[in-house]
């Protein structure tokens, strides 16, 4: 396949989210499979709601995540600009052009009557559409309107009739336009509706495919016809479903739905993010479900995305960032998790102090017991001089105090800087017969790593000081 050219087109309105996220990758993956072009387009034709800072974080997230465009509003290209606040002039030509060839009409209606009219209409049971009383209107009325000081919109003609067209994902879709009514396209202030600056950067900028969420599936219709005035045939349709959490309601951030900026912050990987995300709806044919980028953009397919809503599953995230860690080198674990508690000012004072190569090690017994980066300021804790043991309780069980007096007298047979060796220990508890199972290693675990879970104690052991060991076994005997 040659000459594909897909879009991403986010409102700056906000942070980007799941679904506009999965948009942004689906519309990547296919230009990347098919050796075509990706097109970042900012429709900030919101004045009041859309704001540079958040076109900015649009474009940050999406380098992020390994996202790539061929032309945008940071790199330019030949059918630019692409900023829609910078294309008004295409707009309101092809507004002018829709005018003279009485494909569309001004409107004066306001929106009070408007209102009055999709009453009248429901009160009948006939859909709640625009009546059409300003079709008629001649040359002569509307100046007087305009004269009057009256502002008009501008809507495009819908004729009744059935349109049908072929969307790549859910097949034949069918639409009875009586339903529809005559749209705005332009509003009285002169600014274009979404349904027509979208059409007409997508001719401009020569799409041939348009993948997007099913929520625009109405919108679809209304496009066909405009890009028909236009007198250019429409790109192929590709309407994604929705994404719901589990039991079918409604994605939330309750449910782990975060902005891309929240999953950094958070320490997730990119890999992990795309490699989740990917699979909202999308399945590769064969049991695999772990996927690099690279990989994704050699087997994806629309044919292969799915009609049904995708369900957000945040453990399954999870599991899946996980895995992306663990199969990290550990060079690169390392740089990857220093980098990020750097980055997010999350490294403790302590763990700056030690040598490169003794935090290093540190860093590495956790690789295998983390889900995502932000677990490590916590995990980190077990090495720290000042912290609190929050599983104390735990060392309120009768046999703790004989199990305490072996770990004294083990760790003050070590010479000063003198490593631990986890198996001499664990031969000296268990000959002592204090206790067994986890009675026995549980509060050896708390006593001397001050919390209850972690990686396991022969990693820990040999990394933890003699002098921080023992000065825990006091506080605990003490206690």
Sequence with gaps: MSGVRVR????????????????????????????????????NTDRERSKSEYAEQILNDLRWLGIRWQ??????????????????????????????????????????????????????????KYNGRCRKLSREEVEQKRALGLKPSLRFKVEEGFLEFEDIIRGPVRFDMGLFGDFVILRPDGVPTFHLAVCVDDVLMRITHVIRGEDHLPNTPRHILLFRALGEAPPRFAHVSLIMGKGGEPLSKRLGAMSVEEYRKTGYLPEAVDNYIALLGWAPGDNREIFSLAELEKVFSLSRVGKSPAVFDKEKLDWLSGEHIRALSHEAFVEKACDYLVSEGLMPAFARALPQNRLHEILLIFKDNILHFDALRDRLEIFNPEAENQDAEMLRAPQVPGILKILEEYFLSLAPGENADYEALNQKLKAAAVAKGKELFMPVRVALTFRAHGPELKKILPLLARELCLERIKKMKVA
Excluded: W
């Design 8 to 43: 991403f087109a986010p409102s700056p309105t906000g942070y980007l989210h799941i679904g506009n996220v999965r948009t942004a990758l689906f519309n990547h993956l296919f230009a990347a499979c098919s050796g075509g072009e990706l097109i970042l387009r900012i429709e």
């Design 71 to 128: 032309e945008g509003p940071d790199i330019g290209g030949p059918y630019g600009p692409y900023r829609q606040s910078e294309r008004m002039q295409h707009y309101r030509e092809t507004a002018e052009k829709f005018i003279r060839e009485g494909k569309a009409y001004y409107c004066f209606c306001s929106q009070e009557e408007l209102e009055t009219i999709k009453r009248a209409a429901q009160a009948k049971g006939l859909p709640p």
